[in-house]
């Protein structure tokens, strides 16, 4: 009986031939669990995938439902200005009205005039008589500074509002922790 080695006829050959086998089934069990490790990763990765979805879904609720009662708060602020407003527009429009008719009367009163600087020598230690003078504006400057007041009365209360949505919207976006 003749063994199968003794038809291959060099040692060499025989060693090459064992090298080339072992190489072989070196690079396939590499290969194959280089295809197995990456099935394995592409499989953690897609499930990583999935619940980084759901917690984006999740949290993208949890942010719009934020924005909407944040928007809803806003509006509500933006409501109830604008009728304090309207009734204030009013309030104001009838006063207007008043004082341009002469019921109502815009008063200044008028400071003392040094005893030096009176004209005649009616001056007493108290300063000049202030008969006749009532410190009733004249009704188109007394609409004029109402209008004034009003303009700033209107920027007090914008600021004051600009703070409160401030205010709303850092407690919204902390989460009512401040």
Known sequence: ??????LIPSIWVRWAILAALWAASVGFGYVHGLTHEKAT???????????????LLIDTQHARDAEQKLRDSFDKADTKRQE???VHEKELDKLR???RAGTERLRCPGAKIPASAAPDNSAT???PSNEGRSGD???QAAVDI???????RGLVRERNDLIDK????RETCNGGSQ
């Open 97 to 99: 009205a008043s004082v």
């Open 84 to 86: 304090d407003k309207d």
């Open 41 to 55: 990763w592409q499989a953690a990765d897609a499930l990583r995938e999935r619940q980084d979805g759901a917690h």
């Open 146 to 152: 109402l209008g004034i007041g009003a303009r700033i």
């Open 1 to 6: 009986m003749i063994s199968s080695l003794s």
């Open 125 to 127: 230690a108290s300063g």
């Open 137 to 139: 504006l004249v009704p």
């Open 166 to 169: 401030y205010n709303a919207a």
